[in-house]
């Protein structure tokens, strides 16, 4: 099948949701392959996800048969407690820092080259721009990404491919006003080398502080884990615990 021709299966918001907290936890977790309520909670969290969710356990379900059927993904039996890990490897025919890309456009949506290489860097190293558009460019010719706007311009918006046609319609019709928005000159501020001095530094300590965020909101998942993990041990082994007193 020639790049032209390709045509990815389109994903409803939780089997985008759900594959990309497959890939998050793989890559940042060691709590992997993901039981349901697992998925649940990274489904529902309220940091690195765009829209914010409130889906139950049987909506994710759903969403994971569907994924299934679709050759997504794969229900592991272990144990006591069903599993399940993603197959997007093989499906998309991906390397590990493509498919961190593709995770987090699934989890943010729409978004720019700037801020996809600074979410996709907490899961594999993306040096810079100029890296993660040398990783971009074959994922575009083949559509698994699509260019809201020129590609190797400045606050360019990417997104998936899995949009259907409607949905991807609206979403560059989005972006193309914010493009414009952003072009707009302001008459107080004239572009001078002192200016732009400034707007590097602002950019630079916004991307510090987006760091610091990203590595918190890591360590509350890391947390978060070990707590299921602990509660998880204590029921199997059925041990009790006395409630905590002053």
């Given at each position: ?212 965020r990203r590595d918190f909101a890591n360590l509350k998942e890391t947390v978060s884990s070990l707590a299921q993990q602990v509660g998880q ?14």
């Amino acid at each position: 099948m020639s790049p032209e021709s390709m045509v990815w299966l389109v994903l409803n918001i939780v089997e985008r949701r759900v594959l990309g907290v497959l890939v998050e936890k793989q890559k940042t977790t060691e709590t992997y392959p993901l039981t349901l309520n697992s998925i649940v909670t990274g489904c529902n969290q309220k940091s690195n996800r765009d829209p914010l969710l409130d889906l139950k356990d049987d909506a994710v379900e759903e969403g994971l048969r569907s994924a299934q059927q679709k050759g997504l993904v794969v229900q592991v039996i272990s144990g006591c407690v069903d599993k399940w890990k993603h197959k997007l490897y093989e499906a998309w025919n991906v390397g590990s820092v493509e498919l961190a890309l593709l995770a987090e456009l699934l989890l943010r949506g729409p978004q720019t080259e700037g801020e996809l290489r600074a979410r996709a860097s907490r899961m594999d190293e993306i040096r810079d721009l100029d890296h993660l558009r040398e990783i971009c460019k074959p994922l575009a010719e083949r559509k698994l990404i699509v260019y809201l706007g020129a590609e190797g311009r400045r606050g360019t918006m990417v997104t998936h491919g899995f949009h259907d046609p409607r949905e991807l319609e609206q979403i560059r019709v989005r972006a193309c006003q914010t493009a414009v928005e952003d072009e707009i000159p302001s008459a107080t501020t004239p572009p001078t080398s002192e200016w732009k001095a400034i707007n590097d530094r602002i950019a630079e300590l916004d991307e510090q502080l987006a760091s610091v965020r990203r590595d918190f909101a890591n360590l509350k998942e890391t947390v978060s884990s070990l707590a299921q993990q602990v509660g998880q041990i204590r029921q199997e082994l059925g041990l009790t615990f006395p409630p905590a007193t002053n």
